[in-house]
Structure formats: structure tokens, C-alpha cells
């Protein structure tokens, strides 16, 4: 019977590339050896205690770190030798563990300067046309998930903005319900306003956030899902709220069977 060559005296289970055995994997993981440099990295017995590195030899250090993080070979490196690190393969967080890290990070959102860094640092990046669809299809499967879409409400408060204040002012008593807070789902999408009982959905859009081509899009979808939609634009309101409202009573009589949801 072999033991741990690293003294923690436990039973080997693994023999490492260098000859030695091992009571992990990979022998940093070692609790003896783990202890022994925890010690002699304490206090007065590491090489930084006491001192600070300079302002100018941070900048260096970040400089260096960009240029390796955008190193084609560099990456390729990392991946390559995480592809043989099996330390959590296979293991996971349990319910508690995750709970508390997400307690951990309430209450400490990023500073503006933290946020500066991140756009920053993202800035020139290039993401392949197979990254972006694979993100895309990603997204996608999460929003069609019960148990995603419940996390997701907890973790987003969500009120009305301005424009569908007003508007649920004219629809409500028509038996519209406001349901932009992520509390009902259509096949992956959250409506603004819905009338499950006539199958209708009516959307808001701001003209800062939405592209004429989104209106279709969401028009498609609906109608596949078997509703009928009637889109509503941040200008409309403004700029002629009359109009508005003699297109959503049309849109809320329309007969059953005929198109025409948007107008």
C-alpha cells in the first residue's frame, strides 16, 4: 500500500506524472501540503508584506494581462490544459451553496468606475459568428424554462415605465393585464399587456430601444403561439394619443378570424 509522498500520511489514490504518490489528483490539493505553504507565505515570510506595488507597476501589470488575454496562443494554452483539469468534474454546487453566494453578491452592485473596466476591457473584443449563435440558442432554451423564468422574476424587479402606465390606463378596464414584470410568458417572450380570455396581447414599445423590424418579429411569434398582437409606439403616444386610442378599440372589436392585429 502506497501513501501520500507530501506527508498528510493518508492512503494514495493517485499517481502523479513526477513518480510521487498522491491522496488527490493534482498535489497543490494535498491538505498537507496546503497547510505547509499557507505558513510560509504568512505574515513577515511573504515576499509583499509590508509593501504596496506602485501605481506605475499596477498599469504594467494590467497592460501585460490585456496583451495575454487577447493572445490568440495564450487562450488556445488555457484551453488546452483545462481540457485535463478533472479537480470538479462532474461536481456541483449544491441548492445551499448557491444560495449563499447569491447572498453574497446582494446589495454590492458594481461601481461606475468597475462598470467603466468591464465595457472597457470588452471593447474590441470579437465574438464569432458560431459564439453569438450558440449564446443566442442559449438564451433562447433559458427563457422557454420554468424553473429559469421563476429565478429570473426573483432576481428582476420590474415596474411599468411611463408609456405603459398610460396605455394601462386605457386597456385595463377592457380586461387587459399588465404582465411586463416577467410574470406570464408566450413560448420564450414576455408580453407588455395580455387578454388570455380573447387571446390578445398588445406591446409598447420605446423608439430608443426598439427597430421597426422588432414588430414583425414579434407579430410572428404571437400569432404562431395563437395570438393576436397590436403594437403600440412611444411616438404614437406622444404625438397623437386620439389616434391611439380609435386603433386599440378597433383592435380590441376585431372579429374573430380576421387578421389585421397590427394596424
Known sequence: MNYCSYGCNQKAKYKLKNGKYCCC?????????????????????????????????????GEKSKQKIFDGSYRNKLRQSARGNKRRLGIKHSQETKDLMSETRKGNPLS???????????????????????????????????????????????????????????????????????S??????????????????????????HKAEDEYIRYKHFKKNGYKLLVIWEHEIYENFENVKRRFFKFDYKEQGTQGSII
Open 25 to 61: 489528483n493534482h498535489h497543490a490539493s494535498c491538505p498537507a501540503l496546503r497547510k505547509k505553504n499557507s505558513i510560509s507565505n504568512s505574515g513577515d515570510k511573504n515576499g509583499m508584506y509590508g509593501r504596496k506595488h506602485s501605481d506605475e507597476t499596477k498599469k504594467k501589470i
Open 112 to 182: 461606475e468606475k468597475n462598470k467603466r473596466g468591464i465595457s472597457k476591457a470588452l471593447k474590441g473584443r470579437i465574438f464569432t459568428k458560431e459564439w453569438r449563435q450558440k449564446l443566442s440558442d442559449t438564451r433562447k432554451r433559458n427563457f422557454k424554462d420554468p424553473k429559469f423564468l421563476k429565478q429570473f422574476k426573483k432576481s428582476i424587479s420590474q415596474k411599468p415605465t411611463s408609456i405603459e402606465k398610460i396605455i394601462n390606463i386605457l386597456v385595463k378596464s377592457r380586461g387587459y393585464k399588465y404582465v411586463g414584470d416577467f
Open 184 to 209: 406570464t410568458w408566450v413560448d420564450g417572450k414576455n408580453p407588455d399587456f395580455i387578454n388570455e380570455s380573447d387571446k390578445k396581447i398588445i406591446e409598447v414599445f420605446g423608439d430608443y430601444w
